[in-house]
RNA sequence: GUGGGUGUAGCUCAGGCGGUAGAGCACUGGGUUGUGGUCCCAGGAGUCGCGGGUUCGAAUCCCGUCACUCACCCCA
């Protein structure tokens, strides 16, 4: 064991299995993109305040989880534990609501949670997230869940499922909001529950125990007490989202961990990832910009976890990484030979071509042997003989067939053969 | 914060009635003086998590400790 170890509860992604995460992130990336969605980058960490006004006292990211510290300067400093609010201040500080409306951003990175790591579940998590700010329009949720299910899509996967439900508004939300805590209130519900039922009751909606399950069976639902425009609303996304071809299936128990959320409310889940079956979320929130010093505006978003996006491929036994890493290997025998194909892999790269050579004292047969592990399609072999002859050996690494070509035009051939088989 | 499981080679693991360590994969070399994928042979590689105890002797039994892991709460 080395002297040093990573910090607890980080997932550390090397070759190959890194090549699928990169995937993962720049396949969802390109499904925002498409869709109109630029790229902003931020800060790790953000003034502890931000978070606290921002997502929320009550939720158990901000009063367990957050990574808080002091800085050399005295300031409260907090990792960040979710993208969004980070997002509202960046909007809000530099104006950028002032446009034109949808303001359409994403942002991937890294995201910090002070929790018991298990499976899926780590305390570095890195996230690919979007916002759409400052127009209340129901075809813009529907676009928002369309984008998510389109980034899966591209991934290859389809194990996963998208659950939707309306939280309510300002109008219709704390009338169930009093009636659930009521409801709550005559439940025999052990203490730490009962004392989140009186922080937020919605949240104790989500608990997981079969106990509780059971003696929740009866309690009132948002569904069933949405305003009048909270149910257009609702209905109205259903929709745009059946229009685009998104499937999804109610669950009026859906609640979310942070406190902004309205309206539409979204998860995206996949089975085999272990307990923790949620791979992304997001929704609409309505007062979170104006919380935060900016305008009235509403926004939707939503995050979604790359680490566990990249264990339900590997549950389906998906691969994201589609090329290999080489198209041609070269293996050159002797050092005028390695002098003439550092040569001609170099002008391969230029050219755009997935090119490595045999480097140190490697033996033919086991330069071969690592053409073969490399995945490429060719070997370009030059020796002795070759050298004399000024021809290098190309060869067809799935056939096994070999021919001699001039070694000035090595290049040219290795390109050549390359795009007469595809 | 609470509960379970596991710590032996780079990786995945076997061994475990106490007698100072094994396999597969990976890596290196050879069988093939210039040709990989299959096969065969050989090689390098481990303070058996750490500390203490019992014992002539502990990877094995006992105690402690740390780490990792799964699950609860909660979340991506």
């Known amino acids: 064991m080395s002297t040093f170890t990573a910090p607890k509860g980080i997932p550390e992604y090397y070759p190959p299995r890194s090549a699928d995460f990169l995937a993962v992130r720049d396949t969802l ?7 109109g969605y630029g790229y902003i980058e931020l800060p790790l960490f953000e003034d502890t305040g931000l978070f606290a006004r921002g997502v929320g006292e009550s939720t158990d990211v901000v009063s367990k989880e957050m990574y808080t510290f002091a800085d050399q300067g005295g300031r409260s400093i907090t990792l960040r534990p979710e993208g969004t609010a980070g997002v509202i201040r960046s909007v809000i500080e530099h104006g950028l609501d002032r446009g034109q409306l949808p303001l359409k951003l994403y942002y991937s990175g890294a995201f910090f ?5 298990q499976a899926g579940r780590y305390r570095q998590l890195q996230q690919l997230g979007v916002e759409a700010i400052g127009v209340d329009d129901p075809a813009l949720d529907a676009e928002v ?25 300002a109008d219709c939300r704390p009338e169930y909001r009093a009636k659930l805590l009521e409801f709550l209130r005559g439940l025999p519900l052990d203490e730490p529950t009962r004392q989140r039922a009186e922080l937020n009751p919605l949240r104790v909606l989500d608990d997981k125990r079969p106990e509780v399950r059971e003696m929740l069976a009866d309690a009132p639902l948002m569904a069933d007490h949405l305003s009048a425009a909270s149910k257009e609303h609702y209905e109205r996304v259903k929709t745009h989202l059946s229009d685009l071809g998104v499937a999804f299936t109610e669950n009026p128990w859906l609640v ?31 007062g979170l910009m104006a919380e935060l010093g900016g305008a009235e505006l509403s926004g939707i978003g939503f995050g979604l976890g790359l680490d566990r996006t990249l264990l339900a491929c590997e549950a389906e036994g998906v691969t994201p990484a589609g090329q290999s890493r080489c198209e041609v290997y070269c293996v050159p025998l002797g050092e005028a030979a390695r002098r003439h194909l550092v040569r001609v892999s170099g002008d391969l ?20 042997k690592s053409a073969d592990r490399s995945g490429a399609r060719f070997a370009l072999v030059v020796g002795e003989r070759d050298l004399e ?34």
């Open 113 to 117: 949670r002070y929790e018991r790591p």
């Open 389 to 422: 002859s000024g021809t290098a050996q190309l060869k067809d690494l799935s056939s096994g067939e070999q021919r001699t070509v001039a070694l000035d035009g090595a290049a040219d051939e290795v390109r050549a053969a390359l795009e007469a088989s595809p």
């Open 349 to 368: 790269r230029k050219s755009g071509t997935r090119v490595e050579v045999a480097y140190g004292g490697k033996g033919l047969k086991g330069a071969m």
């Open 145 to 169: 869940i369309a984008v998510a299910d389109e980034g899966y899509r591209r991934l290859g996967i389809t194990g996963h499922r998208i659950e939707l439900t309306s939280l309510g508004d």
């Open 29 to 35: 990336a390109d499904a925002a993109r498409r869709a």
């Open 256 to 286: 979310r961990g942070l406190d902004y959320y309205t309206k539409t409310t979204f998860e995206f889940v996949h089975d085999g990832l272990g307990a923790q079956s949620g791979i992304g979320g997001g929704g609409r929130y309505d």
